[in-house]
């Protein structure tokens, strides 16, 4: 395979269906879609990146979930769908004009390798570029889960942090620089883990953590091993679908962080944990999405 090749599948959209599509495109494809908006032109490009071909069967699925969306009323714009083979280095380079440094409150400073900005006094900084991976603190899915990394630390007395999908490894590093331990994080694609783990070398947090590939459909349901903090940003359905296999990964005095959630979808998230004995402790709506904070009852 030409290690210097990547394929790409881009649709162009509104900023008002961005977020749609973003859904959409990652969950036909299994892998991070990232969007970027150009203030010139007013239309918002979502892509997603792979080794590999896409199969025809996920190419053949875009064009009808672009309907579904204009369906529910969004305005999609554009909506065309391009498919490329693009070279790595072109692909790199062209994520440093849309990627920004975040800061999430006093806590954390999020940045790319190639900006200067110093971190304020007692900020910890994460140095993240643009990977396979997405995952930059970027989206609001992302950014509610530092967030509440952030908050529900504790200096005096470290708690563990548990990872389910951790793409770039944003959360994870995140936690393993706030002081959390241990901290174990773990993905269903190769190509995640290997970003992840390059970041935390990056980050000098490689024997802080523990990244591997794993599968949340096979987690156990009765969990010797639980943590203080379970992040798990992923698709609705299959929140739902394993509920009770990641709620069994929280300590009972512990909190579930779960995000990636169309907020739409969001209350059919909430009944299936609350029927597990789950209430809802802090929530955020920002955009179409809607992430929320469980503790046991």
């Known amino acids: 395979m030409n290690k210097k090749a990547l394929w790409r599948i881009s649709v162009a ?21 990232a969007a970027y908006f150009n203030l010139e032109t007013r239309v918002s490009v979502v892509s997603v990146f792979s080794d590999k071909p896409f199969p025809k069967a996920v190419r053949g699925e875009i064009q009808p979930g672009l ?45 790319p390798s190639w900006i200067k900005q110093k971190p304020r006094r007692g900020q910890a900084v994460i140095i993240l570029d643009p ?16 967030g509440e990394i952030a ?16 793409g770039s490894g944003i ?25 992840a783990k390059a970041n935390a070398r990056v980050n000098h947090v490689t024997q802080k953590l523990k990244i591997t590939r794993g599968d949340v459909t096979k987690l156990p349901v009765r ?30 005095d512990g909190t579930l962080v779960l995000a990636g959630i169309l907020a739409a979808e969001f209350p059919m998230v909430q009944r299936a944990f609350e029927d597990l004995g789950m209430t809802l402790a802090a929530s955020k709506i920002e955009n179409e999405w809607r992430s929320g904070s469980f503790c046991f009852a």
Do not use: M
Request: with cysteine.
């Open 13 to 33: 959209t509104s900023l008002e269906a961005e977020d749609a599509v973003t859904e959409l495109l990652g969950g036909l494809t299994g892998k991070p879609a």
């Open 67 to 111: 309907e579904q969306i204009k369906d529910c009323g969004l305005k999609i714009g554009a909506g065309t769908v391009e498919i490329a083979k693009v070279k790595r280095e072109d692909w790199a380079e062209s994520w440093k004009k849309h990627f920004k440094p975040i800061e999430i409150g006093d806590s954390l400073l999020v940045k």
């Open 131 to 146: 990977g396979l991976s997405f995952g930059t603190g970027q989206h609001p899915t992302t950014s509610f889960c530092l």
């Open 151 to 166: 908050r529900l630390r504790q200096a005096a007395t470290p708690k563990s942090f548990l990872d389910i999908g951790t």
């Open 171 to 195: 959360l994870a590093i995140g936690a393993a620089k706030l002081g959390y331990q241990p901290v174990w994080a773990f993905d269903f694609d190769p190509e995640s883990v290997r970003v």
């Open 223 to 252: 969990s010797e091993k639980k943590f203080h903090l379970v992040c798990a940003n992923l698709i609705s359905n299959l929140l739902i679908a394993e509920k009770k296999k990641i709620a069994a990964q929280v300590r009972r």
